[in-house]
């Protein structure tokens, strides 16, 4: 185990395995080696690990993966538009089998295509529970599609409810929709609307981009969850969190270098 200086006064933060604090990665089809020796180096800091699209379902190297990401502590989460696609062809039952067998432990269940009511969704959030950690998302992919509070929070709600572990707040691996304009700056009403009327430790905010990451470390604290975090930004993600980048660093008054 690496012998982590402790010399600083830093922000406390919650160990793993944990549920607050969590750091989701969006993988887009690393391979095994790099796989390997980026957990190596970061396992430590990862809590969830998002195989992109239906990235899983073509990789021949899947079982592989996710046995890495097992032995580092790091949860493996196939990606929502995968169910989608299964759910509109009527394949539900044969990719819930296929994940059990390669080792999948989490779902992301998402209406990101808008091709489900909102019934559909609840119920295959309730059946999937039963047998996988749920990560609910809420928001659609096209970035022209309305953003309405209320729905937003009616739906995550609903999410919560029908037993999914965390609800997930659009954002893309880009960016550029749901929770943010199309410049990549946050709908701030609507993430102060999500905090006061649900447990800011159920919702994990999508952020790829340092400027956003470093907005919700700001808003929240150290432990707010973040999801789709590029592999290659956990560790600079991580010194946003504890104040060991300018963004973030809080310098008391009077302290000079």
């Known amino acids: 185990m690496w012998d982590c200086p402790d010399f600083l006064a830093l922000p406390d933060r919650a160990q793993k395995p944990r549920r607050h604090g969590i750091t989701h990665v969006l993988d887009k089809g ?20 998002k ?22 502590g790091v949860t493996v989460c196939l990606g929502g538009t995968l169910l989608e696609v299964a759910v509109c062809q009527g394949r539900e039952a044969e990719l819930r089998r296929w994940a059990v067998e390669i080792g999948i432990t989490a779902v992301e269940v998402s209406n990101g295509l808008r091709a489900m009511t909102a019934e559909r969704k609840t119920e295959l959030i309730r059946s999937l529970a039963a047998d996988f950690t749920v990560l609910a998302e809420t928001g659609a992919k096209d970035g022209n599609a309305p953003v309405v509070t209320g729905h937003w929070l009616a739906e995550m709600e609903a999410d919560l409810a029908a037993g999914a572990t965390w609800v997930i707040a659009e954002g893309r691996e880009s960016g550029t929709v749901g929770l943010y304009h199309e410049d990549g700056t946050v709908r701030a009403d609507l993430v102060e609307a999500v905090a006061a009327r649900l447990p800011i ?26 999801g789709n975090v590029p592999l ?23 302290a000079q270098a």
């Open 51 to 72: 195989i992109g699209w239906g990235i899983a379902y073509i990789d021949p190297t899947i079982k592989e993966r996710v046995a890495l990401c097992h032995a580092a």
């Open 201 to 226: 430790d159920r919702v994990i905010f999508e952020a790829p981009r340092k400027a956003q990451q470093a907005w919700f470390v700001r808003r929240f604290g150290a432990d707010v969850n973040l």
């Open 232 to 254: 290659d930004e956990v560790i600079p993600l991580e010194t946003l969190r504890l104040g060991l980048r300018a963004d973030t660093a809080v310098v008391p008054m009077g």
């Open 30 to 49: 690393t391979t095994t080696a790099e796989l390997e020796a980026l957990l190596a180096q970061v396992g430590h800091l990862v809590d969830v690990l």
